[in-house]
């Protein structure tokens, strides 16, 4: 999310209640019904591969623009929502909100340490896709393109996904929050030859 999109999505609200007779279907409310605001617990150990469990669960679920809640039943419970409108309310993360807490990260910048949320905690996070790709917060940092492994991140200003396996061509099976039309799960996908992206990584992984 940018200054520009939150403002966007502003005024997507307001026209979507001046409008609310005719927009049928607007609210799915999948957040007020199915998610939570319970404290993270901390972690000291966390490994690539438990990192990865946490964003598999994530895999056929929804995309919510500035969200970060979901379930585990393998179904979007909210498609065709407004594409940028954070006020929605339905299930899944966008691309930020679901590598900060497929990264664990916490809601302080900087704060480094792991912070486990649990799937129907409803939090998106401090970090934009632009902001991931400049290795913002404490527990971020750029990487050259090269050295990227599993669970490392390919950010562009406008998105971020994850490394789930690199491709013998030199792609990469990238784990996501792709979009409202496609939810998230994994795609292989050309980011990491493309000029737009940039490497990052989390720090303080135990393996
Ligand atoms: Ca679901
Ligand atoms: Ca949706």
């Not at 966007?8 to 199915?34: C, I, M, P, Q, S």
Request: charged share 15%; net charge neutral; proline share 3%.
């Amino acid at each position: 999310m940018t200054t520009r999109h939150v403002l966007a999505a502003a005024f997507t609200t307001l026209f979507v209640l001046a409008f609310a007779g005719t927009a049928a279907g607007y609210h799915t409310r999948f957040v007020g019904e199915n998610c939570n605001y319970a404290s993270p617990t901390p972690t000291s150990y966390i490994t690539r591969e438990g990192s990865a469990a946490v964003a598999l669960r994530a895999r056929h679920e929804g995309y919510q623009w500035g969200g970060g809640c979901w379930n585990d039943n393998d179904r979007d419970d909210s498609p065709n929502d407004p594409t940028t409108d954070g006020g929605t309310g339905g299930e899944g993360g966008d691309c930020s909100g679901f590598t900060f807490k497929v990264w664990r990260e916490a809601l302080s910048t900087s704060d480094a340490s792991f912070h486990q949320w649990g799937m129907l905690r409803n939090v998106h996070g401090p970090y934009t896709a632009a902001s991931f790709k400049v290795g913002s917060g404490a527990p971020n940092v750029t990487a050259s393109k090269s050295t990227l492994i599993k669970m490392d991140a390919l950010a562009s200003d406008s998105h971020i996904g994850l490394v789930y396996a690199v491709n013998p061509d030199g792609t990469d099976q990238i784990i996501e929050a792709k979009g409202e039309a496609y939810g998230t799960g994994i795609w292989t996908r050309t980011y990491r030859g493309s000029s737009s992206y940039g490497g990052v990584r989390r720090v303080g992984w135990s393996s």
